[in-house]
T-cell receptor, first 120, second 114 residues
Framework: GAVVSQHPSRVICKSGTSVKIECRSLDFQATTMFWYRQFPKKSLMLMATSNEGSKATYEQGVEKDKFLINHASLTLSTLTVTSAHPEDSSFYIC????????????????FGAGTRLSVL | DAKTTQPNSMESNEEEPVHLPCNHSTISGTDYIHWYRQLPSQGPEYVIHGLTSNVNNRMASLAIAEDRKSSTLILHRATLRDAAVYYCILRDVRMRLGNEKLTFGTGTRLTIIP
């Protein structure tokens, strides 16, 4: 199956700093990537949909100026948590789907291993 | 998205089959049934999906009721590595490209007893 690499796996930062998380599709092209957030013992909540070459679509209640998403190529999307605060501490997970035309597997999303952000 | 209902938790003995149920009584004709699982401290992992017919792959089997209002994920021989949260998700095949988001419910936490 396709592989999605997410980096870093864990980051600890001071309050007020910005943190960038990278999501790469290693062996396939991904027109669309998704960013999720998961709090302890809770389910995944979609934050935004990232489309290559265009602005991301944010879910209701997610501040686009706080969570900056850039999808500059078909294999890379980044999420930057700006001016992070302790309440932003969470498990952030990205996913990607195959670009249309890469077969029936286009229905499947492939997830990164997640980034655990701890803001002190 | 049409809603799914799963038990919060289940237990199974190691090396025995596991049947994880999912109810989706409001499923539409264009909804695929997807199953993902999330191991502890990992991102979710695709398991299997189907539309009407039962499906098999190397990880599991998916049994879909004739009226499609319920489905069952079958792990034929559970191992300790199968301990995870299992999510049953419906996805409309008509979803416009770029909007194929997955909506995760609370899933079923599967515990495997050695």
């Amino acid at each position: 199956g396709a592989v999605v690499s997410q980096h870093p796996s864990r980051v600890i930062c001071k309050s007020g700093t910005s943190v960038k998380i990278e999501c790469r599709s290693l062996d396939f092209q991904a027109t669309t990537m998704f960013w999720y957030r998961q709090f302890p013992k809770k389910s995944l909540m979609l934050m935004a949909t990232s489309n290559e070459g265009s602005k991301a679509t944010y879910e209701q209640g997610v501040e686009k100026d706080k969570f900056l998403i850039n999808h500059a190529s078909l294999t890379l999307s980044t999420l930057t948590v700006t001016s992070a605060h302790p309440e932003d501490s969470s498990f952030y997970i990205c996913s990607a789907r195959l670009t249309k035309g890469q077969g029936a597997e286009g229905n499947i999303q492939y997830f990164g291993a997640g980034t655990r952000l701890s803001v002190l | 998205d049409a809603k799914t209902t799963q038990p919060n938790s289940m237990e199974s003995n190691e090396e025995e089959p596991v049947h994880l149920p999912c109810n989706h009584s409001t499923i539409s004709g264009t909804d695929y049934i997807h199953w993902y699982r999330q191991l502890p401290s990992q991102g979710p992992e695709y398991v299997i999906h189907g539309l009407t017919s039962n499906v098999n792959n190397r990880m599991a089997s998916l049994a879909i009721a004739e009226d499609r209002k319920s489905s069952t994920l079958i792990l034929h021989r559970a191992t300790l590595r199968d301990a995870a949260v299992y999510y049953c998700i419906l996805r409309d095949v008509r979803m416009r490209l770029g909007n194929e988001k997955l909506t995760f419910g609370t899933g079923t936490r599967l515990t495997i007893i050695p």
